[in-house]
T-cell receptor
């Protein structure tokens, strides 16, 4: 089955530790995204990538880092510089909407709930 | 910079009635897509409907339809014959074709009552 997989579903870390969230897709999508979801704030874009070996900062990139070494994978590292990392994180992928008939649609993973104690 | 605004944090509707969720956006781009996504309590994001900015005709998907006003940068979602299963968070989203940047609004929590 084609889809997008995030792991783990729940993650606990001590304050000051870096942690990496996994995101893998087998949909052959070029574009991938990371969002953070907090109550009342919707989905805020952290980083996105249009193609392998390239990525751009979203609206709240501070304290986060990503890599895009393979088309299928877009891991997110939450660093100790992120002041309030406890949140629900969503990864998504999509075809690129380059043409009028591409009909892009973002497919989402099940999310990772990160709790920093 | 692009922004998406959903001014209704919460809405409620009785089963079988119609409800409209509002969304406005701001952009200087001319080529983009607009979306409505649904997030039920399971937190799985589900595409409800998509609108291409170059199309004047409003998109429809069964009980879901949009009112796309490009000049006003407005993109509202109408849900007809509301069902209990429509209870969810609804997010309006915007994708710039040239950059693939996809941004979301803050969401509207919809409760459908029997």
């Amino acid at each position: 089955d084609g889809g997008i997989t995030q792991s783990p579903k729940y993650l606990f870390r001590k304050e000051g530790q870096n942690v990496t969230l996994s995101c893998e897709q087998n949909l052959n999508h070029d574009a991938m995204y990371w969002y953070r979801q907090d109550p009342g704030q919707g989905l805020r874009l952290i980083y996105y990538s249009q193609i392998v070996n390239d990525f751009q900062k979203g609206d709240i990139a501070e304290g986060y880092s990503v890599s895009r070494e393979k088309k299928e994978s877009f891991p997110l590292t939450v660093t100790s510089a992120q002041k309030n990392p406890t949140a629900f994180y969503l990864c998504a992928s999509s075809i690129r909407g380059q043409g009028r008939w591409d009909n892009p649609e973002a497919f989402f993973g099940q999310g990772t709930r990160l709790t920093v104690v | 910079a692009q922004t998406v605004t959903q001014s209704q944090p919460e809405m409620s509707v009785q089963e079988a009635e119609t409800v409209t969720l509002s969304c406005t956006y701001d952009t200087s781009e001319s080529n983009y897509y607009l979306f409505w996504y649904k997030q039920p309590p399971s937190r799985q994001m589900i595409l409800v409907i998509r609108q291409e900015a170059y199309k004047q005709q409003n998109a429809t998907e069964n009980r879901f339809s949009v009112n796309f006003q490009k000049a006003a940068k407005s993109f509202s979602l109408k849900i007809s014959d509301s069902q209990l299963g429509d209870t969810a968070m609804y997010f309006c989203a915007f994708m710039v074709i040239s950059t693939d940047k996809l941004i979301f609004g803050t969401g509207t929590r919809l409760q459908v009552f029997p």
